[in-house]
């Protein structure tokens, strides 16, 4: 599994250049990079969905019926979570990084102290 992508950690990561703003409003902005991001997600999500109940179904390995009355065990409940932590991340990724850049100082913390008591 050393193959799989940290989502995680990718979605910390800044892109390079500057963010495009789209609407007047930061929060638009943010906003509708929410959206679009769930809009990609769910749009792949239920492609392969659909793939894997026809291939199931047509096989008759698996039918609908049995998908819908699936209870997962704990270890597939886990990594379940792990997987719900990494979509949120990619789908939060410009909150975050928006949250981020307003927490972080131009200056060290220590160099501001110092101006201050020089002044």
Request: aromatic share 6%; charged share 40%.
């Amino acid at each position: 599994m050393s193959d799989e992508i940290d989502w995680i950690a990718r979605a910390g990561k800044r892109a390079r250049g500057k963010r495009p703003d789209y609407f007047d409003d930061f929060a638009t902005d943010r906003l509708m990079s929410i959206v679009v991001a769930l809009v990609a997600e769910v749009s792949a999500l239920r492609q392969r969905l659909d793939t894997v109940e026809r291939l199931l179904d047509a096989k008759g390995v698996l039918g609908r019926d049995e998908i819908e009355r699936y209870e997962p065990d704990r270890e597939a409940g886990y990594e379940r979570g792990v997987e719900t932590k990494a979509y949120i991340a990619r789908v939060m990724r410009g909150v975050q990084q928006a949250m981020e850049a307003m927490d972080a100082p131009d200056k060290p913390v220590d160099d501001v102290i110092r101006e201050l008591r020089d002044m």
